[in-house]
């Protein structure tokens, strides 16, 4: 099983048959899945870069 971390710290497991299951239409989904798949994180990042 695969986790993903959620904005409220807290982790969810996600298994392979709903990996599978997941939109893969676009090259940015693929990339996702695929990601998830080799056991890898998926980070989300907000902010600003200074010029």
């Known amino acids: 099983m695969l ?3 959620w904005p409220d710290g ?3 497991r996600l298994s ?4 599978r299951q997941l939109p ?3 090259s940015l989904r ?4 695929t ?3 080799s056991g890898r ?3 989300a990042r907000t ?3 200074a010029y």
């Open 16 to 19: 392979e048959d709903l990996l």
């Open 24 to 26: 893969q239409d676009t």
């Open 47 to 49: 902010g600003w870069i």
């Open 30 to 33: 693929r990339a996702y899945v």
């Open 3 to 5: 986790s993903l971390s």
């Open 41 to 43: 994180h998926w980070h």
């Open 10 to 12: 807290g982790w969810k």
């Open 35 to 37: 990601h998830l798949q």
